[in-house]
């Protein structure tokens, strides 16, 4: 499963069965075990990255893989008591290579009502041995593809963000607010990878701080972003990260 988005957009009916289950992006503490840390941090090593773009390096899995049945092992009932009954779309090992942009996960399907997404942080690894602090940031606006031609083009997400429009110049993006509610302290801190001018409409719902045995939550619908962790000096990040579908989807 590589970062490819089809250029329809969803019924009515969908948005809305989307948008009955929207929630806050959430941090659950303590989720993964010591040992279960160290087996993710070698299995990532393994991993042959079929998707090598601008920003990151990416393999999509599912369950049916000889690895899948390990990684559901460990990972079916931890899903199910943070977000409840679904279906998993697919897993993806990432590897960072430039901070992502605020964006939303959401691809489309004909039959399937995309749900949430969660991330688990393997490894920061930077000139120290310890994890530096870096963070993914999750936004309160949202976008459902209402503004999608419903040509049935596609193409492949991992790519240059120098032609990303600011959300609030993207017709289908929702709760977007007047001016600024993010200031110029916390775009030096998380958002330096960006224009302060993309800044305008949004408004931060959840910073999430990496840390071993942690995940966070957010809809895919929701907007979000890595903080510029390459100012930081911090060299790659490493992640699992599970896609999900609503059960009745």
């Known amino acids: 499963m590589q970062h490819t988005y089809v250029y329809n957009r969803y019924t009515d009916e969908q948005v809305k069965a989307m948008q009955s289950a929207d929630g806050p992006s959430q941090t659950?503490?303590?989720?993964?075990?010591?040992?279960?840390?160290?087996?993710?941090?070698?299995?990532?090593?393994?991993?042959?990255?079929?998707?090598?773009?601008?920003?990151s390096k990416y393999s999509g899995a599912s369950y049916d893989d000889?690895?899948?049945?390990?990684?559901k092992e460990i990972f079916d009932a931890k899903l199910k008591n943070i977000i409840g009954d679904h279906q998993l779309d697919f897993y993806a090992w990432?590897?960072?290579?430039?901070?992502?942009?605020?964006?939303a996960d959401l691809r489309w399907y004909k039959d399937k009502i995309p749900y949430k997404v969660i991330l688990f942080p393997i490894d920061v690894i930077s000139d120290q041995d310890s994890w530096k602090d870096t963070y993914t940031i999750a936004f309160k606006q949202r976008n459902y593809l209402e503004d999608n031609a419903n040509k049935g083009e596609a193409e492949k997400g991992n790519s240059d963000q120098s032609t990303w429009k600011r959300p609030c110049e993207r017709p289908g993006t929702h709760n977007l607010v007047n001016g600024y509610k993010i200031s110029k302290e916390q775009h030096g801190k998380y958002f330096s990878h960006m224009p302060y001018e993309f800044m305008e409409g949004l408004e931060i719902d959840n910073i999430y701080k990496w840390s071993p045995g942690s995940c966070v939550t957010w809809d895919q619908n929701a907007l979000h972003c890595a903080d510029n962790?390459?100012?930081?000096?911090?060299?790659?990040?490493?992640?699992?990260?599970?896609?999900?579908?609503?059960?009745n989807g």
């Open 28 to 55: 659950f503490q303590e989720v993964l075990d010591e040992d279960e840390i160290k087996f993710l941090q070698t299995e990532i090593k393994k991993v042959d990255y079929p998707e090598v773009g601008k920003t």
């Open 66 to 71: 000889p690895q899948g049945k390990i990684i």
């Open 94 to 103: 990432q590897e960072a290579i430039k901070p992502w942009k605020a964006h």
């Open 229 to 247: 962790f390459v100012k930081n000096n911090i060299k790659t990040k490493l992640s699992i990260i599970f896609f999900t579908n609503q059960k």
